[in-house]
């Protein structure tokens, strides 16, 4: 019997559990896999690590003196060593040491709810154990990749994501299904790293994105080389005898390449988890209040945090979450208070307006809160302040030829920013000063005396006040 079962250790399980003991509960973790979960080994880490060589080698090009120092070209094989080390090599001992040191119990195998607050774990051996929570069950199992139904697309074995997070080979040929965040990453990556990369992109490229994000990142992929399609859709794919991906385009079209990565979104890993004992449906996301309870299950002894609630699938806003829902586990057990309100200890409000997001293309994509046309949908009276990052001295000094842009989106009954987004080289420090803008609700007024330092990037936060009027 443990006070707290957590089935899933992702960076969301991990963080749910170590607040549980740090609140003195005693906790166990039901992992399947790897103890790290889809960020450390398929996504967040080696995907940056993919991306990371081609971004500073084409910094450098971008700067007269070092540019002549860029004798040669990048080196995959070295990139893919050095993405091997940040994915552990896809072992999970460093991270079950820290669960150990933690205070946390691992059980691996997949769980299953069977009952109130009971968990049953199989083990790869078949063998199962019942585990009994005195308090809560936190499902933390994430979410997978999501497939099409493209006639043929199974049977040509696609990549998802993880396959090409973890690729051994960089495919002479990509070709990508999909123009969100997964599809613009990969196919940066994959062009860094010498690939000809062909995007399809159904929908635009970014397209939750401020139209002018996707814009530039599609420019800039092309200008590298790169194929991008906007509206194409897939009606059909096969894999020949020698290995070479055939797609057919609607309309007639056909792409030929040696690998296919399928990033069309993602679905939770709900389908075997127990859900119809307790009278869920298996393979749907689980709803939750903003306590991350989960709605319709009586009792109260069920919560869900990260990727598989939906509120925000990214992992340090499931991290966030965590420490709500560890902290307000605690609180309950002890009959203490809850925090609940909005902005209390015990919710996760930034979720809904002020959630941080960097997407790690070239240019760099860093965005908070509401885009222009979602601050219209949520019906606020709103004005749109844009700025040429380019004008400001410290791009200019960062590298030759900068080109980016800023836009905040102010709320013009509080007069208060709800929204930016910056695009460009080396963005994504910069995202902080706007995601403490958005979460403070920060007075314009007040902003005017947040002077940032010459000659840094960070200027543009004058820029924009400048651009808005005092
Ligand atoms: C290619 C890619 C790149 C990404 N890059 C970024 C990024 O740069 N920054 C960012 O913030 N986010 C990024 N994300 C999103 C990020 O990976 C997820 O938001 C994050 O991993 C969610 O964490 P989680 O703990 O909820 O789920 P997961 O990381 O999916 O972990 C869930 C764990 O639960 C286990 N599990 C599932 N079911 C069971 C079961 N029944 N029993 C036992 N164990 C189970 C799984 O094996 C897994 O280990 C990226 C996603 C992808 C696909
Ligand atoms: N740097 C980061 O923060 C980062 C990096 C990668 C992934 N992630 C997270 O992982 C999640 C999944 O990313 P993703 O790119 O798979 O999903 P996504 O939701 O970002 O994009 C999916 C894309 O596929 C398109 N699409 C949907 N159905 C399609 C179909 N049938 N045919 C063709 N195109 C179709 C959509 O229009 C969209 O452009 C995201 O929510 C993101 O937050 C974050």
Redesign the pocket.
């Known amino acids: 019997m443990y006070d707290v079962v957590v089935i899933g250790a992702g960076p969301v399980g991990e963080n749910v559990a170590d607040r549980i003991v740090r609140g003195g509960l005693t906790v166990a973790v039901v992992e399947r896999e790897l103890v790290g979960g889809e960020c450390s080994y398929w ?2 880490m080696p ?1 940056k690590a993919l991306l990371r060589s081609a971004a500073a080698l084409n910094a450098a090009r971008r700067l007269p003196g070092a540019r002549e120092a860029v004798t040669g070209e990048l080196d995959a094989a070295a990139v893919l060593r050095r993405r091997d080390a940040f994915a552990s090599n896809w072992q999970d001992d460093g991270q079950v040491s820290w669960l150990e040191s933690a205070g946390i119990t691992l059980y691996r195998g997949q769980g299953r709810i069977t009952a109130e607050r009971v968990v049953e774990v199989t083990g790869a051996d078949g063998s199962t154990t019942t585990l009994t929570a005195r308090h809560a069950v936190v499902v933390a199992t994430g ?1 997978g ?2 497939l ?1 139904d ?1 006639a043929g697309l199974r049977e040509s074995a696609p990549w998802t ?1 993880r396959e090409a997070a973890a690729a051994k080979e960089v495919p002479a040929r990509l070709a990508i ?9 990969m196919a940066t990556a994959f062009t860094g790293l010498g690939s000809a990369v062909t995007m ?9 994105a401020e139209p002018f994000a996707g814009e530039r990142v599609a420019q800039s992929l092309r200008q590298a080389g790169a194929s991008v399609h906007l509206e194409a ?2 009606a059909s794919v096969s894999r020949d005898g020698a290995g070479v991906v055939h797609l057919t385009l609607t309309g007639g079209a056909q792409v030929d390449a040696d690998e296919l990565l399928v ?4 679905t939770p890993n709900t389908q075997d988890i127990g859900l119809d004992a307790i009278g869920l449906k298996a393979g749907e996301w689980l709803h939750v209040d903003d306590t991350l309870r989960v709605v319709d299950v009586d009792g109260g002894w069920l919560y869900a945090a990260g990727d598989v609630n939906r509120r ?3 992992t340090h806003q499931g991290k966030y979450q965590a420490r709500a829902v560890g902290d307000v586990i605690v609180a309950r057990a002890r009959g203490g208070a809850v925090e609940d309100g909005r902005w209390g200890r015990h919710v996760a409000t930034a979720d809904e307006r002020a959630v941080p ?4 293309t070239d240019p760099e994509v860093a965005s908070v809160g509401l885009t222009a046309a979602a601050a219209q949908t949520a019906g606020l009276r709103t004005r749109v302040v844009d700025y040429d990052l380019a004008a400001v001295a410290g791009s200019a000094l960062h590298a030759d030829d900068y080109q980016g842009q800023a836009r905040m989106v102010v709320d013009e009954d509080r007069r208060v920013i709800v929204g930016v987004t910056l695009v460009g080289p080396d963005v994504a420090e910069l995202l902080h000063a706007a995601t403490i803008a958005v979460v403070g609700e920060v007075p314009l007024d007040r902003l005017w005396h947040a002077v940032p330092a010459y000659p840094t990037v960070s200027e543009v936060w004058l820029r924009l006040l400048e651009a808005y009027g005092r």
Do not use: M, N, Y
């Not at 997001?357 to 790690?360: A, D, G, K, R, S």
């Open positions: 996504a967040c995907t979410s990749a999501l099409p493209i994501s299904i999909g123009g969100g965040v997964v599809a613009a990453e399809l992109a159904r929908d635009g490229v970014l397209h939750l859709e897939v990033a069309i979104g993602r925000a699938l990214l997001q960097v997407v790690f």
